[in-house]
Structure formats: C-alpha cells, structure tokens
C-alpha cells in the first residue's frame, strides 16, 4: 500500500512541481484540497524554519498524515536580512503586486554600491507525522491524530547580487532583480528548466527526496 504524502499547499502549480519532483518515491501525493482541509496556517513565525514547520506540524495534526511543507524567501544583507519571512508581503497590505514589492526593495538599497548587494533565496522544507501516519492510514479529510511530531528538515539556497533595476519577462517575485554573476543573468531572464536546476527550491527538494526514500524503505520493512 502507498503511503500518502500530504503536501501543505492549495496553490496547484505547486502541487504538480512536487508530484513531478517526488514521482519515483512510493507516495500517494495529495494537497490540502484533496484532504479537506481549508484552514489556512498564519505564518508568524521569525524564520523560515519557524514556518515551514508550524505548518508542517499543524496540517500533519489535522490529517494525521505525512506531511510536507515549506516556507521561503529573499534575504538582502544591506537590510539585515528582510524582507526574509515577510518577502510575499515586504511592504505590507498597501502593496499588492511582485512589481511594487521589487520597487520597494531596490527604493531601500539605491544607495548601495554594488559589492554589497549581496542577496540569497532560501527554502526550508519540513516533514511531519503522526502516530496514525506512522501505522497507516485512515480515508481522507479531518482524521487527524492528536500528536504531529517533526520528523526531518532541509535547507536550500543560492545566493546572487540585487540588480539596480528588473531585468527578464519570467518568473515571478524577485527573479527580476536577482543576479547570478556566474552566468551573468537575472532568474527571471533564464529558462524555467534551467532555473529549476539551481534554484533554491531545487536544492531543498533533492535533499528532501533523500528523506523521503529512506522514509519509504522504513515504512516497508
């Protein structure tokens, strides 16, 4: 019997990167839609670890299943690491858009000389369970355990330089400003293959799928 993997997320863009990315571990993957749940987890944590964790465990209570789930971001060392956790919302409610986040960000280091723009992206990835994931498993939606424990997290970066103005059609977020020198191009001006290569988000999910498989091997044996 597969195991189900619970992959904290509604967005279905997000859902298929992980089914694609996870597709040869013996996983049932599903998102929080296909499980029920419509709860939406406020992020209050200080770090991004804080995040993916408080989801990780809460959504892992709800179902009592594996559960997946990360939290990421820029951190900007001429501003002390923000936006970090705040990057979707650098700026607060007042602003609505990626652009006028970027606006905002390049606003607060214009008058940086450019050694110091120095920036990473960073993805923590954190998985859950519970008592009843670990014996297997009950239908879908609202049978959750009432103790979720963590079971492993993952660190991924890449680190670049802040461009002093948006550069590239694709992507989304930062990409436009974020600078690679080594291939002399922003994120947003490369191809999504290619950046799905170096991304921090791939460099967390090749160390979670490591996780992942010695997880399956445990649960078969």
Known sequence: ?????????????????????????????????????????EETGN??????WLKALTYSKLTGMLTLSDDSGLEVDA????????????????????????????????SVKWAKRTARFKCVIAIAETKKAQSEQAEYANQ???EARPIASVVGSISGM????????DGFGYD????????????AEMTLEYKNLISHRSD????VIQVLRSLAIRCNT
């Open 1 to 41: 019997m597969r195991k189900t993997l619970v992959i904290a997320t509604g967005n279905k863009g997000k859902l298929r990167e992980y089914q694609k990315l996870l597709s040869e571990l013996p996983f049932n993957i599903v998102s929080l839609d296909d499980v029920g749940i419509s709860l939406e987890v």
């Open 47 to 52: 770090t991004f670890s804080d995040n993916a």
């Open 79 to 110: 501003l002390q690491g923000q936006p970090g956790v705040h990057s979707a919302r650098y700026g607060g409610e007042s602003l609505t858009s990626d652009e006028e986040r970027v606006s905002l960000l390049l606003k607060n280091i214009e």
């Open 144 to 146: 959750g355990s009432s």
């Open 162 to 169: 802040i461009q002093y103005e948006p550069q590239g059609e």
């Open 176 to 187: 436009p400003v974020f600078y690679l020198p080594s291939i002399k191009q922003t994120m």
């Open 204 to 207: 967390a999910s090749r160390k």
